[in-house]
Nanobody
Framework: QVHVLESGGGLVQAGGSLSLSCAITGRLDSSHAIGWFRQGPGNDREFVASFSWRLRAAVYADSVKGRFTVSRDNAKNTVYLQMNSLKPEDTAVYYC???????????????WGPGTQVTVSS
């Protein structure tokens, strides 16, 4: 069983940057994907990005493409979400999640972290 835990949220001004971490524990297979999602006030949980462990590549939502980047540190078993040029509409609770069957833009992930709050002030 794979478990994930987010960290790194906080308050940032519009145009600023923030990096979130997703610490992974348990056995991670090459088939796994690590996804990032967010849920703003009154909104459904929405897809942000998904990183394929095998392909070492990510897919992104159109709303964050070119501003957000996913990377991994094998030695630390951690995936990062680097967020640049942040906008007030990026304000949300950000979640990372693990999916054994690979990349998905849906919420059909096997395990989820508790989330970390990101607030972007205008």
């Amino acid at each position: 069983q794979v478990h994930v835990l987010e960290s790194g949220g906080g308050l940032v001004q519009a145009g600023g940057s923030l990096s979130l971490s997703c610490a992974i524990t348990g056995r991670l297979d090459s088939s796994h994907a690590i996804g990032w999602f967010r849920q703003g006030p009154g909104n459904d949980r929405e897809f942000v990005a998904s990183f394929s462990w095998r392909l070492r590549a990510a897919v992104y939502a159109d709303s964050v493409k070119g501003r957000f980047t996913v990377s991994r540190d094998n030695a630390k078993n951690t995936v990062y979400l680097q967020m640049n040029s942040l906008k007030p509409e990026d304000t949300a609770v950000y979640y990372c999640a693990a999916r054994k069957l690979g990349l998905s833009r849906g919420t059909d992930y096997d395990s989820w972290g508790p989330g970390t709050q990101v607030t972007v002030s205008s």
